[in-house]
């Protein structure tokens, strides 16, 4: 700041003189942030120019403070307006906090009336687009240094009817904001709202709610007519974002869908879409290349389709897909955009789809074939948290429980001495069930290409913490129609060479199957990426950016509204490949809304699931409140390590804002934000007991820890195992295309004389499951720009020092989970669960990782 008389030299015929000059105005100084673009910004497809440093300069940014102890002389409810401030040097120096970072200098005339800023307004009289990344202010009189995090993508003037407003980087609840302030921030809430009409465009930054309407093609006929989900008794479903795009030109009940070669133009607000890094790194264009450009070439290169022996499938990873010579080859390649896909074609010479290979197999090849290691996944795979206690037998089912006393009498000739009932009071029987889920649309699912069972898979405790499968039950409707029941047929292991041996192998097949297309559509899609979104929504909706709860949720939203549009646009939608490569087929979203009106938001948290699950028991003296029933179960054990990280944080958060119960009753912007996620994103649940009232600040604390679990924890322990151990596919095949032989036929006599080809002629045929590994591959893989929980970007998130220190002792906490989770996983003798056949280590719950195909990581959302 300058004095307010300086004091200059003027040189003139007679030498140098000084003289007193008149009074100065006082400044203070700034540094403004952007994000560099790149030469084309592939998400708007903008053409910035060469000098676009140069171009911002001069009045073509203006930003104007706004008090927050000073209301406007003219308008006592709003702060008092600073004079406007532009750009002024492009800091060749600036040291970014990231790449893609520049810094510019701003002056602000300054005004001893002013008090604090306590916001900004931002004008761009540039011609395009700038990501706004943060500013920061020094040296204000009586206060010091004022930091706005922006992280906000800045639109010219001429479209908006108003300018951009940032708010200092410090949390508010509504009755605590400066008065100065509050208006404001309750227009920004509205803009973000808007009025719910209208196609939205690239440049919009609203939130609004929409159905599932918008995932079939009614122009392409029946085969892409698809159920809406959402709005309906019987097809409920969690809302999307809204887009507002036109119906469907030949049935108006649908959304119109954009062309696919414009999949990354889809809607959702721009503040919510890839960076430049996520953009590069991967992510929609090879997806997209995949399915729709990929698929006929495959078929093409892998002949007959047919794996003959598991060498075949090896070859994926050591050898690759040869691209034939000559004109196939030619037209294959110019049938795609070559240069913007290569990397993911992995091309050597001649060679197409060359694939990591997956960890399930890299220290051992035949560990995943083993009954020890078929069960072991269902404690530390990519699908862990399915797994039941057996309370009862038969088998408890809302369908059709049955009975079968071969069944039983098997069961107890294995049981170590014990009686049913014995193992199932000590706690030594445990079930896999899929039949509750699949048996509704097992008629229909096998009238297309899939041929499969609805399975139930009983296992034993052994004494040394390892599960024995003891049975799998295979089920069918009966042929005669519904109402005769079902009919079916238990297989058992053996060691006996021979048929009995490999139908044992293929009964594993049906349940893996099962249990991956139940993972990718309901533990994934539905229970993480769907039931996640209303929640995005509804906060930017309804807390505001100043709100206490708005700053410790969202960095649990990044990424996430645009994942799911790209997901709508190209994996879940009618035809997508989802529908291609699980055994569901065109009933997968479908059967996905017959589990959501069973979904529970308490019991997501992780003791609540463990409990309802049976693997764990209520327990005051255990450390996370509950006790488990097998002790060597990774997902768990790790899974409440961070849970209870989680829930400590958020207790030493809120508990900083709220004071007691009455502050979180009294608060109108959480209240009315949980009576919109209950009744509007959620609300065809909207009825259900069990919805939190949010009358206390322990309400808030488990809900707020409910929302970050799912989405960071969570979602990184059944996503980013997908190609660790689904990248081999008879470790997890996405589908089954036979059912058992009959004894008498050739295809019985090669279960004994051809296993392997048996079995592969079983499950999912080389074409699909070269597209499959491809695309788990990629859903598997972490990006540069990751931000990892216990981290934040920027490490200056907010001005209040409390949170700011809790936060620290958070990430503290998660680096000596880290250090737990590797002494165990270096005890293979004491816990066996966590390395297994395969001797792969479970750290699926890692809290760090690097760039890439890891197995492990947790990032702070479901970014991918």
Known sequence: MSDSRSVKTVAGEKGIKKMKCEPQPKTVKGTVVLGKPAPADLATGVHFPVDWFHELLGHRVSLQLISADTPDPENKLTGRLGKPAHLQNWIKTFAPW??????????????????????????????????????????????????????????????????????????????????????????????LRGDGTGERKVCDRIYDYDCYNDLCEPGKGATHIRPILGGSVEYPYPRRGRTGRPPAKEDDRFESRIPLLNSMSIYVPRDERFGQIKMSDLLAFSVKSIIHFLKPGIEGLCGDGEFNCLADIMELYEGGIKIPKGHFAESFRESIPWEMFKEIFRPDGDTLFKFPKPHVIRRNNDGWGTDEEFAREMLAGVDPNVICRLKEFPPESKLNPGNNPAFKEYLEKNLCGQSICEAIASNKLFILDHYDTLMPYLRWINETSTKTYATRTLLFLKDDGTLKPLAIELSLPHPDGDEFGVISNVLTPTEEEGAGRTLWKIAKAYVSANDSGYHQLISHWLKTHAVIEPFIIATNRQLSVLHPIHKLLHPHFRDTMNINAFARQILISAGGALEMTVFSAKYSLEMSSAVYKDWVFPDQALPADLIKRGMAVEDEESRHGVRLLIEDYPFAVDGLEIWSAIKEWVREYCSFYYKNDDAVLKDPELQQWWKELREVGHGDLKDKPWWPRMESREELIETSTIIIWVASALHAAINFGQYPYGGYMPNRPAATRRLLPEEGTPDYEELTTHPEKAFLKTVTPQPLTVLGISLVEILSKHSADEVYLGKRDPAEWTADEVPREAFRRFGERLEKIEKMIEEMNGDPTKWRNRTGPVEMPYTLLYPSSEVGLTAKGIPNSISI
């Not at 931002?122 to 687009?129: D, G, P, S, V």
């Not at 020094?138 to 004022?146: F, I, L, Q």
């Not at 980087?169 to 809430?189: D, G, Q, V, W």
Request: with cysteine; proline share 7%; glycine share 4%.
């Open 98 to 191: 990231k790449n893609n970072e520049s810094a510019f200098d701003v002056t602000f005339d300054w005004d001893d009336d002013m008090g604090v800023p306590g916001a900004f307004l931002i004008r761009n009289n540039h011609q395009n687009e700038f990501l706004l990344k943060h500013v920061t202010i020094e040296n204000v009189p009586d206060h010091g240094r004022v930091h706005f995090i922006c992280d906000s993508w800045v639109y010219p003037a001429d479209p908006h009817k108003r300018d951009r407003i940032f708010f200092a980087n410090k949390a508010y609840l509504p009755h605590e904001t400066p008065k100065p302030l509050l208006k404001f921030r309750e227009e920004e809430l509205q803009s």
